[in-house]
């Protein structure tokens, strides 16, 4: 028994990679890639046209009546965050992608353990890859405490295939009154206000209104998968009154479900600028539809900004392949600039001044085409005016490049070139 209790940890080390890379392999020719339909000359964004339009293409009615906050870095949204769950009193839902043991971990570990000893029902919903490192001591104290926590999709060397699709949302819901959604995850690295190289830059938003039913029911769509249920009544679906002015809608990415909803929604957008489209995003590995709508709408003078990280980058792999675009982009007219203090891991697109695009999903095909992920979309000019002077500042910290800048060594070009062969996966 002690023997196979060392062993079977020690031959599945020595499995995995080549089973996973493998399995990469036998899926990067059969990964869904298709876009839906989008008109090649959309309506303008501020008319009622689109807005239909972007609601038929993500498959989510757009919300009247919504009040969302901006919460630049962890040292402002972890806090706002812990303070709703303190303030719970019916019901917390929490869904993430990464989760790493460190304070900010440890933190709502502690919570989830207070509120639930409270009485109060506490769902916790974790991938079990990018969660891998989420500690067991904080996974037992959820346990002990009456927790109701879900590991999402762990590996099964029988179905391989299924460790590919992960959960890449970020969700927390309290009462189903607020709620919190965006790219960050819980480690040290999110912690902080982007104020050194290890504290990165990211935003998280907080809603209030009718649109929180439209998160709840994001959280509720893999909750039904790995716990045969859904969540429902008035403690997780209480009467959700008007908190605001803000239209929105979240869209929910759930390809093995809907198709590509979240790609397309780009596509769309694209396509529908005029004036100006601005991109502040991690990952940036746009397929073939998406540049040509991009240097589609630099030909017709609309004014594009993109906004990457820089040398801190936590996964250089991404730019030994996305170099080519940028510099494609950039020889059409483009204006790039690279984040310099720290990694910036936002994923934030608008559009003419009035539509905003944010949450989990990265600008490639693994968010478009396999996870699942979770957007926020906003038609407003003055939330995207807030949007734009978020920007603003981050551009007052990065520097713009040039073509001449995007000249890789001969060891990143072929990492770049060997990376290719998994593009659909990155």
């Not at 839902?93 to 440890?106: I, K, M, N």
């Not at 990211?202 to 929180?212: A, N």
């Not at 030994?320 to 790039?336: F, H, I, K, M, P």
Request: proline share 6%; charged share 20%.
């Amino acid at each position: 028994m002690a023997a196979s209790c060392i062993v079977t940890p020690i031959v599945l080390r020595l499995l995995l990679p080549p089973v996973f890379l493998l399995t990469c392999l036998l899926l990067n020719s059969c990964v869904a890639v298709g876009f839906q339909k989008v008109a090649k000359a959309p309506p303008p964004v501020d008319t009622p046209a689109f807005a239909q339009e972007l609601a038929r293409v993500v498959k989510t009615p757009w919300t009247e009546g919504n009040a969302i906050q901006t919460l630049e870095n962890g040292g402002r949204y972890f806090p706002a965050m812990l303070q709703s769950m303190r303030e719970a009193q019916h019901s917390i839902t929490f869904e993430s992608y990464v989760c790493v043991d460190s304070e900010p971990t440890r933190n709502f570990t502690q919570m989830f353990v207070q509120k639930a000893r409270e009485g109060v029902p506490v769902h916790v919903l974790l991938d079990a890859f990018g969660c891998s490192k989420f500690g067991e001591a904080n996974l037992q104290a959820m346990r002990d405490a009456g927790v109701e926590l879900k590991l999402y999709r762990p590996m099964n060397v029988l179905l391989p295939w299924r460790y590919i699709h992960r959960t890449h949302r970020r969700v927390l819901v309290v009462d189903g009154q607020v709620g919190y959604m965006g790219g960050a995850g819980w480690a040290y690295c999110w912690d902080g206000f982007a104020d050194s190289v290890h504290r990165w830059r990211d935003t998280e938003y907080e809603l209030r209104g009718p649109v929180v039913a439209q998160l709840q029911d994001n959280f509720n769509d893999n909750w039904q998968e790995v716990a045969g249920k859904r969540l429902v009544g008035p403690a997780y679906y209480p009467e959700l009154r008007p908190s605001g002015a803000l239209k929105a809608q979240v869209a929910l990415g759930a390809p093995e479900k809907l198709g590509d909803t979240l790609g397309s929604s780009y596509l769309l957008a694209f396509r529908a600028a005029q004036k100006s489209i601005v991109i502040a995003h991690a990952y940036f590995i746009p397929n073939a539809p998406l540049m040509q709508a991009l240097l589609e709408a630099l030909k017709r003078g609309v004014h594009v900004q993109i906004i990457i990280p820089g040398k801190h980058i936590d996964f250089p792999a991404s730019r030994s392949v996305n170099t080519r675009y940028l510099r494609t982009l950039v020889d059409a007219g483009a204006e790039l600039y690279e984040f310099q203090p720290t990694m910036t891991h936002g994923k934030l697109v608008i559009v003419d001044d009035h539509l905003s695009i944010a949450g989990s999903t990265n600008l490639d095909q693994r968010s478009f085409f396999i996870n699942d992920e979770n957007n926020l979309n906003v038609l407003d000019a003055s939330f995207a005016a807030r949007q734009l002077d978020m920007v603003a500042r981050d551009k007052q910290r990065s520097l713009r490049l040039e073509n001449k800048d995007l000249k890789l060594p001969w060891n990143r070009k072929l990492q770049g070139l060997f990376c290719r062969l998994f593009e659909y996966q990155m």
